[in-house]
């Protein structure tokens, strides 16, 4: 009989890697040290699944690795077993084991994030005021008794408000949810539409917290490659051809982590494909407030001819104020934001009420607009700064396109390149960036995506110079 307790004991559900390649690596680890013997058979996917508590379709994929690979044999209509044409030549024990290399943290660290504000613009002070408005009230003793589970009803028409006249939606406050943060209404979202086995596609490279939090519901991910023109819909239409889809996740306005808006031809499309097969588009705009051309391309869910039951919008304010200034929301039908509801309930019985109150003042007073108005200036302004240095330092080492939006430049090396080694060189120099496992869905695809807004511009010029001498 196998044990399976070590296997479960490595699997890290906080990891990058995805849980069915750390199965699959725990597997060849135990074939290899000799605990696991050639031929022995193996034990079904199903109590494999129920052993380790994941799902069974991960413990397929898994499977479907190690027989591909060759470290399992599988007969038809007999068991799996371990493969016993394999030989594993044990390692000598002169041979140096290599250790990971340490990342080095310090304050003087410039850091690529991934698109982060400058906190050090954040409308603190209009906030603070706000804050000491509300509670210097008469009625301020209302406002400590519990709230709905939707959010505080005028700030949901505030928003509602706000999507119906800057992004042409037509939404009222009963089809509005504010969470804590986009996380929160994708982690919602999730689970509210999702069920075990149905299959979601999603942009590849993409957001890997929005992937595990699909996979936390159950879901089944299936990637799709993303190119200039954002997401390949003849992909997502060889798919939907073939099998049932539940749900199509998307970052149009500003690809994460590509920066590539999706053309309006592909748009369409993609609105006929829900309407045809029934799949609903969840429309991820996490920053939809920093876009530097005439207007922001319009959601998708602003489109008449897309069917309100088949959408969900989630937005988010807290890249506008600051990161730790949780407010996000989601804009779908009414039914289904009865059900977000009812399960915000169980996790979290009501918003931020105070914070909610605070923000939708500062709506009122026009500080948010003009925050917003300045911003766009400043970040505007930085981008071109970067860009530039990308044009002095890296002329003929990298590829990129200057985005109309967003706060993160989208950047690929001309030749060949480690990025992992990369990292670790310019590491010891003090700068340091996000590899693109973080992006992608599998394999790692070449790319780095360069947050500028939250670095100084002698931070972004030093950064760019270490890594055009590395490059």
């Not at 680890?29 to 129920?50: D, L």
């Not at 982590?257 to 748009?267: H, N, Q, V």
Request: glycine share 6%; aromatic share 10%.
């Amino acid at each position: 009989m196998f044990d399976l307790t070590p296997l479960r004991a490595q699997i890290d559900r906080t990891a990058k890697k995805a849980i069915y390649i750390q199965i699959a690596d725990g597997i060849i680890g135990f074939i290899k040290n000799g605990t696991w013997k050639a031929g022995e058979i193996m034990p079904g996917t199903r109590q494999v699944a129920a052993e380790l508590r994941v799902n069974r379709n991960t413990v397929v994929q898994a499977f479907d690795i190690l027989l591909a690979e060759g470290w399992l044999i599988s007969e038809e209509r007999k068991r799996t077993c371990i493969s016993d044409k394999i030989q594993i030549t044990p390692a000598s024990e002169k041979e140096e084991v290599q250790q990971p290399l340490t990342e080095i943290y310090r304050k003087d660290l410039i850091f690529f994030d991934d698109g982060l504000p400058d906190v050090s613009c954040a409308p603190m002070e209009e906030l603070a005021r706000a804050y000491r408005r509300i509670f210097n009230r008469k009625a301020r003793w209302q406002i400590m008794n519990l709230a709905s589970e939707f959010g505080d009803e005028k700030f949901r028409h505030v928003i509602s408000n706000m999507l119906n006249q800057n992004r042409s939606m037509r939404t009222s406050s009963h089809e509005i949810c504010i969470t804590r943060g986009s996380q929160m209404a994708l982690f919602l979202t999730a689970h509210c539409l999702l069920e075990r086995g149905d299959v979601i596609l999603v942009e590849n490279p993409g957001f890997r917290p929005a992937w595990e939090a699909f996979e936390h519901a159950g879901a089944r991910i299936i990637p799709i490659p993303v190119d200039d023109e954002g997401i390949d819909v003849i992909e997502v239409e060889s798919v939907l051809q073939k099998r049932k889809v539940k749900a199509v996740y998307l970052t149009p306005h500003h690809q994460y982590p590509t920066t590539a808006t999706l053309s309006l031809a592909r748009r369409l499309k993609l609105i006929e494909l829900s309407n045809l097969y029934g799949f609903t588009i969840i429309e991820d705009d996490y920053d939809n407030v920093f876009h530097f051309s005439q207007r922001p391309v319009l959601p998708i869910s602003s489109f008449e001819s897309m069917d309100k039951s088949n959408y969900v919008y989630i937005g988010s304010l807290s890249k506008l104020i600051a990161p730790a200034i949780r407010v996000g929301y989601i804009a779908a039908s009414p039914r289904f934001i009865i059900k977000i509801g009812q399960l915000r309930k169980i996790i979290d019985g009501q918003g931020d009420t105070i914070m909610e109150q605070s923000i939708m003042e500062l709506i009122g007073d026009g500080d948010i607009r003009r925050h917003q108005k300045r911003m766009l200036s400043y970040y505007e302004r930085k981008r071109d700064y970067f860009a530039s240095l990308l044009d002095h330092y890296l002329p003929d080492k990298v590829i990129y396109k200057k985005p109309d939006g967003g706060l993160a430049f989208w950047i690929k090396p001309v030749a060949t390149v480690d990025l992992f080694r990369l990292k670790q060189q310019a590491n010891t120099q003090l700068v340091s960036f996000y590899t693109s496992d973080r992006f992608s869905f599998d394999t790692p695809i070449t790319g780095l995506r360069l947050g500028y807004a939250s670095l100084s511009e002698a931070e972004l010029s030093n950064g760019i110079e270490v890594l055009a001498k590395l490059l």
